[in-house]
């Protein structure tokens, strides 16, 4: 069965990082890219950051180049997003999602997703 099940949200200062996990199942990251999105009160959905299968490629959106990061580690099936510089205007609930294929993008087209963990960063 397939699953995503995102961790390490929690309350962070602004200035500070954190690193968020997806620990995937039922999959291999050999096949499927990963998208980290993230959704605001108030806001739309946003895509924040993709990486795809066999690490083909990557995507950052504007707002988070420079200060996050997204890595794999295929042996763990998980997929990481390093946030380091955190604002407060990056408090969300993060979502990670998984699609099948090489390439990745920031579009809503993903087929599986998490339930999200909440980040807040407090000014």
């Known amino acids: 069965q397939l699953q995503l099940v995102e961790s390490g949200g929690g309350l962070v200062q602004s200035g500070g990082s954190l690193r968020l996990s997806c620990a995937v199942s039922?999959?291999?990251?050999?096949?499927?890219?990963i998208g980290w999105f993230r959704q605001a009160p108030g806001k739309e959905r946003e895509g924040v950051s993709c990486?795809?299968?066999?690490?083909?490629?990557?995507n950052y959106a504007d707002s988070v180049k420079g200060r996050f990061t997204i890595s794999r580690d295929t042996a763990k099936n998980t997929v990481y997003l390093q946030m380091n510089s955190l604002k407060p205007e990056d408090t969300a609930v993060y979502y990670c999602?998984?699609?099948?294929?090489?390439?990745?993008?920031?579009?809503?087209?993903?087929?599986?997703w998490g339930q999200g963990t909440q980040v807040t960063v407090s000014s």
């Open positions: 039922g999959f291999s990251l050999d096949y499927y890219g």
């Open positions: 990486i795809g299968s066999r690490g083909a490629s990557t």
């Open positions: 999602a998984a699609d099948n294929s090489a390439f990745c993008g920031l579009g809503y087209y993903y087929d599986y």
